[in-house]
């Protein structure tokens, strides 16, 4: 093992020793953690329990991550990182804030809720318009109309 090869194994260690003296007390553990994602997976489609079903691929594919990462946290051998999970909570169209707090990595007083989340299936009822996504990025206002006409040819529905 080269020196940061065995910095990194070294650093993740440390990193798991640490956040599992910090975890929240009462927060999920990993097998707990690793059964809701693979519920969430066959509620998705993600034929995860035959040998060459090739769920596991097809999501850290559909997920940008290692297959690596995805078969430790099935095989409850370690929790994803934070990257990860992000990655993961898009592809599962749940809130990152769920993936976290279900990990164990935070509690819900340290996330609180702000607004809703309606995830992809309720995302015509969440939908911003063009102008108040300008707005909320901070787009100049010289540049709004351009910023709008752009970002509606990406809209499904022209608009």
């Known amino acids: 093992m080269g020196t940061s090869s065995w910095a990194n194994a070294h650093n993740d260690q440390s990193y798991r020793d640490e956040g599992a003296r910090s975890r929240p007390k009462g927060a999920d553990g990993l097998e707990e953690f690793a059964s809701w994602i693979e519920g969430l997976l066959r509620g998705r489609g993600y034929d995860i329990d035959s040998p060459r079903g090739g769920g596991k691929s097809k999501l850290a594919d559909d997920a940008g ?4 990462a995805v078969s430790r946290l099935l095989q409850r051998q370690s929790m994803p990182d934070l990257e990860t999970m992000r990655r993961l909570a898009g592809v599962l169209d749940v809130p990152l804030r769920d993936m976290l707090i279900r990990s164990g990595r935070v ?8 607004g809703t989340y309606e995830g992809k299936r309720g995302a015509e009822d969440q939908r911003l318009s063009p102008e108040e996504a300008a707005r909320r990025m901070g787009v100049p206002p010289e540049l709004l109309e351009t ?13």
């Open 147 to 159: 910023f709008v006409k752009v970002a509606k040819q990406f809209l499904p529905d022209g608009g």
């Open 65 to 68: 991550v290692h297959r690596a």
């Open 107 to 114: 509690s819900e007083s340290d996330l609180p809720i702000t």
